[in-house]
C-alpha cells in the first residue's frame, strides 16, 4: 500500500553538521570541504539509485556538486548557520525505477521554481536490513537563491515562524498530488493524502515512529521467533504499541465490515419490501380494472351481467315459503287470541 512521507529538516553548523558532509553521504560520492579541509568519502556505500542536480536558468555552474556545495558553506559567516535544507520522501514501491526518478524530478524542479535555489536530489533502495518496499529519497537544497553569479539572498520562508508552517503545508499538498498523479499515469488504485488521520476526518489511532534502534531489535527478535517456529511478536515497548494498534486496526475493519454487511442486508429487506408492495398493488389494480371492464359490458342495469351471489345448492334444494291469503289471516287471529289470553289471565275452570 502506497504510504505518505515528507519531512523537511535543516542542515545546521550548530549541531557539528555541514552541507558537503551530509550531501556527499546521501549522493554515495567524495567531496572535499573547503572550509575545514576535511574530505568526506562516501563511494563504497551502496543502496544509491540515482544522483542528480536541478538548477534554476543560467546558474549551470551549480550542476557540479563540489562547487555548489563549497559555495553554500562559504556564503554563511554565522556559526549556527543553516547551510542547507533537507527533505526527506517516501516514494511508491508501486511505481518502477523510471517512474520514481521522475516523480522525485518533479518534486525538485517544483522546489526549484518556488524558491530559486539549487536542488540536489539523491534516490535511495530499500535498506537490507529494512522493508524491502522503503524506497525513498533525500533532497537537499541551497538556503540562498542560485544564479549565473552564484549565491543570492537567503530564502526566508520557512525560516520565519509566521510563514513556515504555511510553506510547509503547501509543499506537503504539492507532494501529495504529485504522488497520486504519478500513481493515476501508472494506472495503480492506491492514493495517499498528506492530512493526518484526524483532519481526514478518520478515526484511526497512528502508530508511533520506532527509530532506528527499536527497529533493528524488532527485526532481529523477528527472524529468530521465525527460526524457532514462534508466531512473530513485539518485544520492545514502542514496538509492542504499534502491535496493539495494529490490531485495533483490525478489529475496527472487521466491526465495519460487519456493519456494511447489516446496511447492505436491510437494504435488500427494503427493496424486497417495496417490491412486494408494488406487486400487490398492481394486483389490485388490474382486479379493478378487470371488474371495470365487466361492468361496462353488462346489459340492463349493469347488474345482470353479474354472477349470483349465493348459488349453494342447499338454497336451489329449499322449499317454498309462501302462504295463501287465507291461511295467512286464521295465523293473524290466532296470535291475538294468545295476547288476549295473556292480558285477562290463564283460564281456571272456576265460574263466578
Same mark, same amino acid.
Do not use: C, F, W
Given at each position: 500500500?502506497? *504510504?505518505?512521507?515528507?519531512?523537511v529538516k535543516s542542515v545546521s553548523r550548530s549541531t557539528g553538521r555541514s552541507a558537503v558532509a551530509a550531501v556527499?553521504?546521501?549522493? %554515495?560520492?567524495?567531496?572535499?570541504?573547503? =572550509?575545514?579541509?576535511?574530505?568526506?568519502?562516501?563511494? $563504497?556505500?551502496?543502496?544509491?539509485?540515482?544522483a542528480f542536480i536541478v538548477t534554476p536558468e543560467g546558474a549551470e555552474w551549480a550542476q557540479d556538486r563540489s562547487a555548489l556545495w563549497n559555495a553554500a558553506e562559504a556564503a554563511e559567516k554565522?556559526?549556527?548557520?543553516?547551510?542547507?535544507?533537507?527533505?526527506?520522501?517516501?516514494?511508491?514501491?508501486?511505481?518502477?525505477?523510471? /517512474? =520514481? =526518478?521522475?516523480?522525485v524530478r518533479a518534486f525538485a524542479e517544483d522546489l526549484r521554481d518556488r524558491y530559486g535555489v539549487a536542488v540536489d536530489a539523491a534516490i535511495h533502495a530499500p535498506h537490507d536490513y529494512g522493508d524491502d518496499r522503503n524506497h525513498h529519497a533525500h533532497?537537499?537544497?541551497?538556503?540562498?537563491?542560485?544564479? &549565473?553569479?552564484?549565491?543570492?539572498?537567503?530564502? $526566508?520562508?520557512?525560516?520565519? $515562524? #509566521? #510563514?513556515?508552517s504555511i510553506e510547509v503545508e503547501a509543499i506537503r499538498e504539492r507532494w501529495a498530488e504529485q504522488v497520486n498523479d504519478a500513481l493515476e499515469l501508472a494506472q495503480v488504485a492506491e492514493r495517499?493524502?498528506?492530512?493526518?488521520?484526524?483532519?481526514? %476526518?478518520?478515526? *484511526?489511532?497512528?502508530?508511533?515512529?520506532? !527509530?532506528? &534502534? #527499536?527497529? &533493528? *531489535?524488532?527485526r532481529r527478535a523477528e527472524r529468530q521467533q521465525l527460526a524457532a517456529g514462534?508466531?512473530?511478536?513485539?518485544?520492545?515497548? =514502542? !514496538?509492542?504499541?504499534?502491535?496493539?494498534?495494529?490490531?485495533? $486496526?483490525?478489529? &475496527?475493519v472487521y466491526i465495519e465490515r460487519g456493519r456494511e454487511w447489516l446496511h447492505e442486508m436491510g437494504g435488500r429487506v427494503r427493496e424486497q419490501a417495496e417490491l412486494a408492495a408494488q406487486g400487490m398493488a398492481s394486483f389490485v389494480q388490474g382486479a379493478a380494472r378487470t371488474m371495470r371492464a365487466g361492468l361496462q359490458t353488462s346489459t340492463g342495469d349493469g347488474f345482470e351481467g353479474l354472477p349470483a351471489l349465493d348459488q349453494s345448492p342447499r338454497r336451489? /334444494?329449499?322449499?317454498?315459503?309462501?302462504?295463501?291469503? #287465507?291461511?295467512?289471516?286464521?295465523?293473524?287471529? /290466532?296470535?291475538?287470541?294468545?295476547r288476549q289470553r295473556g292480558r285477562d289471565g290463564p283460564d281456571i275452570g272456576f265460574g263466578r
Open positions: 500500500m502506497a *504510504i505518505y512521507h515528507l519531512a556527499a553521504y546521501r549522493a %554515495g560520492v567524495a567531496l572535499e570541504n573547503e =572550509r575545514d579541509g576535511l574530505v568526506h568519502d562516501y563511494t $563504497r556505500r551502496g543502496g544509491v539509485e540515482d554565522r556559526k549556527d548557520a543553516k547551510v542547507a535544507r533537507e527533505y526527506e520522501l517516501a516514494l511508491p514501491a508501486e511505481l518502477d525505477a523510471g /517512474q =520514481r =526518478r521522475e516523480l533532497v537537499m537544497t541551497t538556503t540562498r537563491v542560485v544564479d &549565473a553569479e552564484g549565491l543570492g539572498a537567503k530564502t $526566508r520562508q520557512l525560516d520565519v $515562524r #509566521s #510563514s513556515a495517499v493524502d498528506h492530512r493526518s488521520y484526524a483532519r481526514q %476526518g478518520l478515526e *484511526i489511532e497512528p502508530t508511533v515512529k520506532m !527509530g532506528h &534502534a #527499536s527497529a &533493528a *531489535i524488532e514462534q508466531e512473530p511478536r513485539a518485544v520492545t515497548p =514502542r !514496538g509492542q504499541i504499534n502491535e496493539a494498534i495494529r490490531e485495533a $486496526r483490525g478489529l &475496527a336451489e /334444494q329449499a322449499p317454498g315459503i309462501e302462504l295463501d291469503q #287465507s291461511a295467512q289471516v286464521e295465523r293473524d287471529r /290466532q296470535q291475538e287470541r294468545e
